[in-house]
């Protein structure tokens, strides 16, 4: 409903809707939207300016982006301030890849043969139930945050978990805490969680912590969070752990 009444705002003649079915059959991954204001916005009686997003750069450090009115004047605007007003950006879809398409997970491995060492160990619930987004790690130009997590035992064929655009985190100070918390699978050893802001676009390389691949195609401006080994002996139960990076905190069980 609110993609029709975003055509339906910014190209309200036949042909400017054309053009941009046009424009967008042309560029698969192309979006033009409003991040912000979109719902404030009377087309009637404001014109925003329209800016676009450049590829290749870090969002976070990003300090300006440039945008025209409709005479085609330049205007500078703050890239991680967000506008008092309605502006169009014309970018990339974060949310659709190259190639494989992003979210093209691989398939996780059903549990096979468990390796002699951990045979022993006890299995464990492997359960996460809060997450607090403390930096998106996205300029309000690109819209709401991708937030992304990787969770693989290791040592074992155990967990193997993979979520593509986190649900409910996409905004700075944004938290999930649903009753019950999620169940990620069970373990019989250690098992590694990384967490990213995926930015789309290519695969330019494979995630890894300490030299243990996690099976997941990254590209060169997506924003890592962190990653971590949390120790088996951490899913035993009963009471809830704390890991903290600069952008997000999760809690497990």
Avoid at 122 to 141: F, G, M, Q, R, T
Avoid at 159 to 164: C, G, V, W
Wanted: charge should be negative; include cysteine.
């Amino acid at each position: 409903m609110r993609d029709s009444n975003f055509s339906e705002k910014i190209a309200e003649s036949r042909e400017a809707r054309a053009e941009l079915v046009s424009m967008a059959a042309a560029i698969p991954r192309l979006q033009v939207a409003i991040p912000e204001h979109f719902d404030s916005w009377n087309p009637a009686t404001y014109i925003p300016l329209v800016a676009f997003f450049p590829e290749g750069v870090d969002d976070t450090t990003l300090k300006t982006i440039t945008a025209y009115d409709s005479t085609g004047k330049a205007v500078r605007l703050d890239a991680q301030a967000t506008p008092k007003h309605p502006v169009i950006v014309v970018g990339l879809n974060e949310r659709v890849g190259d190639g494989e398409g992003i979210g093209a997970w691989p398939t996780p491995s059903p549990d096979g043969e468990v390796p002699l060492q951990a045979t022993a160990a006890a299995k464990y619930s492997v359960d996460i139930v809060l997450v607090e987004l403390i930096d998106d790690k996205e300029p309000w130009a690109k819209g709401d945050a991708e937030i992304s997590m990787r969770a693989k035992s290791k040592g074992c064929s155990g967990t193997n978990y993979q979520d593509y655009n986190w649900e409910h985190l996409n905004d700075s100070g944004d938290d999930w805490a649903p009753e019950g918390g999620r169940n990620l699978g069970t373990t019989r050893c250690d098992v590694v969680f990384y967490w990213w802001e995926d930015d789309g676009g290519s695969f330019d390389y494979t995630l890894s912590y300490g030299g243990f691949g996690l099976d997941v195609h990254m590209d060169d401006s997506d924003d890592l969070i962190g990653g971590k080994l949390i120790k088996h002996s951490s899913f035993k139960g009963g009471t809830m752990e704390a890991d903290t990076w600069s952008a997000l905190e999760q809690w497990t069980k």
